[in-house]
């Protein structure tokens, strides 16, 4: 069951990245570097916009626009996975 931040990336993971990107471990990369740490245990509707606006100015601090900018592209594209799948609401 898909409960956590961390079970829906693996849940897009396996049925979207990989069956669609040539490349599907660098979104996993950016995942695992920029994402989890503070998402990963969360429930899914415990997530706000808030949240993703913190890492992403983190990032952004960090002087890596670039790859802020593709964390954002990530979490958008896992959120509304899971709103396709109608997991937001576990």
Excluded: W
Excluded at 13 to 20: F, Q
Excluded at 57 to 66: A, F, K, L, N
């Amino acid at each position: 069951m898909i409960r956590t931040v961390d079970d829906l990336f693996d849940d897009f993971y396996k049925n979207d990245l990989k069956k669609c990107l040539k490349h599907p471990d660098i979104p996993l990369r950016l995942y695992r570097k920029e994402l989890k740490k503070h998402l990963g245990a969360l429930a899914i509707k415990d997530v706000s916009p808030h949240d993703i606006r913190e890492i992403i100015q983190t990032v952004m601090d960090s002087g890596r626009s670039s790859t802020a900018n593709q964390a954002l592209i990530y979490a958008k594209q896992l959120f509304c996975h899971a709103g396709e799948t109608e997991l937001n609401y576990l």
